[in-house]
């Protein structure tokens, strides 16, 4: 009621001063200012009140204005700060100074409300709130009870507050219910009348049973699946197609039994077969690759080596020996023919037999790969001589011999019998003398394949393929003109001449010559069977071989044993060149690749090339070839691709030579066929 | 079957070979002319060394295939055939 501040000075001053107020309050009644009765005291001490300790001041100084600005200036901030201006290099002063003054700093840490952290915490004030209120609820309830409780009997208030209490304890669980998530679940016991009873059950025994079972079998299953295993998959697939198809196409009961029996017979013969049978291939290989090795240096000359010293050698050429071929055996059989695959280029066929009259024994056919020196690829062996051989041009697995005996065969490369395919016999119209030269020629009308053969007894027979049998047709009789002899009966006996070689001319599919014993060479038709179209006096002995030139299709080439080869036109009858050899002339062979190249062979060893371009009346090579003296050549072959010549003489060998750049010169202007690798 | 014998024959004949060896296609030697332990250890490592081959040549191209493997090392040439399940496996002195 009464501040407590009051002034204590004032106490005495105001006894001093009670009749001065009370003269005062008159003077107030004018003022308009209605005071109580107590205020008088306050209004007569209206008289200033000197403090004891007040600072004397005179009127004047009293009177001293002073007049007080206020401005926005820190009094605390320096007024004269000094810096060192290093631009200039002295001390400066700086005018402005910075005038704030921090009176109070407080870190706040305010959220706004629509933030994360913001609505968490919101969130957590209201659960929060939620609590404490159910707890003020619980509070308050108390409270009233307790209040209430002394005011009532105690039973009376214990039955009514029970109630209130159940309906706080209510309350209280319901506001616990829509409060979500409480932090606590405070268990709200009556405070008075309480207790808890529990009862347990009895929990029954767990029991583990458990099955086992045989674990199914399992392996390990892994593979690569590389781009060309999936290639491969493709590709048996395509194979299994395409062997479903062929079935379908190909199906008749009784061809499916055979099939069937032809299957199963397969495939018994694989199983029993022995495992090494399935390296052939690769050991085919590995042979070829060793011999390759052994024989490296012969394989590189083959290759690549050219005698520089051909510039030097003015025109003559030379023969580099390279690989050569013999066989154990075929030791002791003079090689009778010779003949280069037309496909394979490195395939050759050597025919072996005996030119001796006296000793005739077996024949060989083998086949030699220049890949292989060591041994043929295939061989053959029969019973007669092999004389000559040819293989066909188009059918380069088929070849075909005659034999001293005068038969002639078929062999098939293509199947692994060791016999001949097809073989005429005596009746079938084998010839009566030895087979000297056969020829394959085109298929006639019914694609049936068919042969020449010229043989000592006079015939030359043209030989067909029907089906499986071999079918003669004598096309000529060589007759010996103007030796007509009286026989029995008037007949009329011609002296049969013996044909030894013969060759047709590349164009003029009808047009061929045969040369004889005798050393005539006649210009055939195979229209006319008993006339022929020329005769050339050619030769004093037997002519051994007569050839058309590949390119000129008038010229043709012959060599005999009389030492001479001859170079004819065959519209002239006379030779336009001669040349003696001085030894019996083996074989002459026309060059591929030019047609004024061409080689002879003789029985002293000795082969003989020439190049009517450059030199007409000598060879531009002149070389022995053979080892021994003894050895006689019988045979030479140019290979159609490679610039190399095999030879092979009377001791079983064939030797491989290689031509010099001097030898294969080809003409300029003249057509060529043969393009060098 | 007597053919591959004889081809067999005539390649371990040859001037410079010192061994031939057949190998199945798991790595386990069939015939050889060499001692157990060389042939084993041969035909292990060129066995690995071949499918490795094999498969590099066939990555390039599918529609390729490895025919032959050569090692020349200063001792002696190591030439490998690989069949579709064989390997044959030749050891030569090239005469130099």
Known sequence: MFPASKMPNKQPPRKQSINIGRGARKRDEDSGTEVGEGADEWAQSKATV?????????????????????????????????????????????????????????????????????????????????????????????????????????????????????????????????????????????????????????????????????????????????????????????????????????????AKKVGKIAMRKMASIESQSDD??????????????????????????????????????????????????????????????????????????????????????????????????????????????????????????????????????IYNLKKPHSQPSFRSSAKSGKHTDPVWQVRWQKDDMDNNLNFFSVSSDGRIVSWTLLKSELVHTDVIKLKVEGSTTDGLNGLQLHTVGCGTAFDFHKEIDYMFLVGTEEGKIYKCSKSYSSKFLDTYDAHNMAVDAVSWNPYHSKVFMSCSSDWTVKIWDHTIKTPMFIYDLNSAVGDVAWAPYSSTVFAAVTTNGKAHVFDLSINKYEAICNQPVVAKKKNKITHVQFNPVYPIIIVGDDRGHVTCLKLSPNLRKMPKGVRVLYRPR | MAEVEETLKRIQSHKGVVGTMVVNAEGIPIRTTLDNSTTVQYSGLLHQLTMKAKSTVRDIDPQNDLTFLRIRSKKHEIMVAPDKEYLLIVIQNPCE
């Open chain 1, 50 to 254: 000197r403090p004891p300790d007040q600072l004397e001041l005179t009127d004047a100084e009293l009177k001293e204005e002073f007049t007080r600005i206020l401005t926005a200036n820190n009094p605390h901030a320096p007024q004269n700060i000094v810096r060192y201006s290093f631009k200039e290099g002295t001390y400066k002063f700086i005018g402005i100074v910075n005038q704030m003054a921090v009176h109070f700093s407080h870190v706040g840490n305010l959220i706004p409300r629509d933030s994360d952290e913001g609505r968490r915490q919101h969130y957590r004030d209201k659960l929060a709130a939620g609590s404490q209120e159910s707890t003020k609820v619980a509070i308050s309830e108390t409270e009233i009870l307790e209040e209430e409780e002394p005011k009532e009997a105690e039973t009376e208030a214990g039955s009514q507050t029970d109630m209130p209490a159940a309906e706080a304890a209510e309350k209280v669980t319901e506001e616990e219910l829509m409060t979500p998530k409480q932090p606590k679940e405070q268990k709200l016991t009556n405070q008075f009348n309480f207790s808890e009873r529990a009862s347990q059950t009895i929990n029954n025994p767990l029991r583990d049973r458990e099955c086992q079972m045989e674990p199914p079998p399992r392996t390990n299953f892994s593979a690569t699946a590389n781009q060309w295993e999936i290639y491969d998959a493709y590709v048996e697939e395509l194979e299994k197609q395409e062997k479903t198809k062929e079935k379908e196409k190909a199906k008749t009961p009784v």
């Open chain 1, 276 to 409: 090494i049978t399935k390296v052939t291939q690769a050991a085919k290989i590995m042979e070829r690759m060793v011999n390759q090795n052994t024989f490296d240096d012969i394989a590189q000359d083959f290759k690549y080596y050219e005698d520089a010293a051909d510039e030097y050698r003015d025109q003559e050429g030379t023969l580099l020996p390279l690989w050569k071929f013999q066989n154990d055996k075929a030791k002791h059989l003079a090689v009778t023919a010779l003949c280069w695959n037309p496909k394979y280029k490195d395939l050759f066929a050597v025919g072996h037999g005996s030119y001796d009259f006296m000793k005739q024994s077996r024949g060989m056919l083998l086949f030699y790969s220049m890949k292989n020196p060591s041994f043929p690829e295939y061989s053959f062996s029969s019973e007669s001589g092999i004389m000559c051989l040819d293989i066909h041009v188009d059918h380069p697995y088929l070849v075909v011999v005659g034999h001293y005996d005068g038969n002639v065969a």
